[in-house]
């Protein structure tokens, strides 16, 4: 049973531009949340996706989106990239109310 | 101030010892703690998952929570190399708070346990 998978696993972009990252949730799972962890620190919560709507929302700018399609699973898109925005993007699944399971990340370097 | 503080260490230690990681918040509404494990280049795993407050044990962890204090611990007895890692501590509000659906960390400490 596949775990929670995301692409790419890392990738480099320069300042202003646009990048999307992908999330397979756990099989089974139809609840999807970002976070993004920066270097020494614990991560931070950015949005969460269920029944393909955005439920909640943590202290991030409109540049963040997401989107979850019909399959559950999800993408994040960060518009306009600045250097803070280098992070390790984490997606988490779960099922209901059960335990979040996480994946290995996407590690964004802006240039 | 942040809603949940953790010291970052980072914390040396020989294998055997028994480790102390700690946490304290702010948010009195925070029902749920969890202390995840994170190696490195990898994505946070599930250690321990309490409810309110009292101590649970799962086999060298043992995770303990003081609501009026509002500080949870986790303690690793006979640590081993294989230990070393980010310990985060994580929590969230009961069903129908606004903190319910999201887990807020703590910054992490490095736990190394040296042969």
């Known amino acids: 049973d596949a775990g929670v998978t995301q692409s790419p696993t890392h990738l480099i972009k320069t300042r202003g531009q646009q990048v999307t990252l992908r999330c397979s949730p756990k099989?089974?799972?139809?609840?999807v949340s970002w976070y993004q962890q920066a270097l020494g620190q614990g991560p931070q919560f950015i949005f969460q996706?269920?029944?393909?709507?955005?439920?909640q929302r943590g202290n991030f700018p409109d540049r963040f989106s997401g989107h979850q399609f019909p399959n559950y699973s999800s993408e994040l898109n960060v518009n306009a990239l600045l250097l803070g925005d280098s992070a390790l993007y984490l997606c988490?699944?779960?099922?209901?109310?059960?335990?979040?399971?996480f994946g290995e990340g996407s590690r964004l370097t802006v240039l | 101030q942040k809603e949940v503080e953790q010291d970052p260490g980072p914390l040396s230690v020989p294998e055997g010892a028994i480790v102390s990681l700690n946490c304290t918040y702010s948010n009195s509404a925070f029902q749920y703690f969890m202390w995840y494990r994170q190696y490195s280049r990898k994505g946070p795993e599930l250690l321990m998952y309490?409810?309110?407050?009292g101590n649970k044990e799962d086999g060298r962890f043992t995770a303990q929570v003081d609501k009026s204090s509002k500080y949870i611990s986790l303690f690793i007895r006979d640590s081993q190399p294989s230990d070393s890692a980010t310990y985060l501590c994580?929590?969230?509000?009961?069903?129908?708070?606004?903190?319910?659906?999201?887990?807020?960390f703590g910054q992490g400490t490095i736990l190394t346990v040296h042969p």
């Open positions: 996706y269920y029944e393909e709507e955005e439920r």
């Open positions: 988490a699944s779960r099922r209901g109310a059960g335990e979040l399971f």
């Open positions: 994580a929590m969230k509000g009961g069903a129908g708070g606004t903190s319910y659906g999201k887990l807020t």
């Open positions: 309490t409810y309110s407050s």
């Open positions: 099989s089974g799972h139809d609840t």
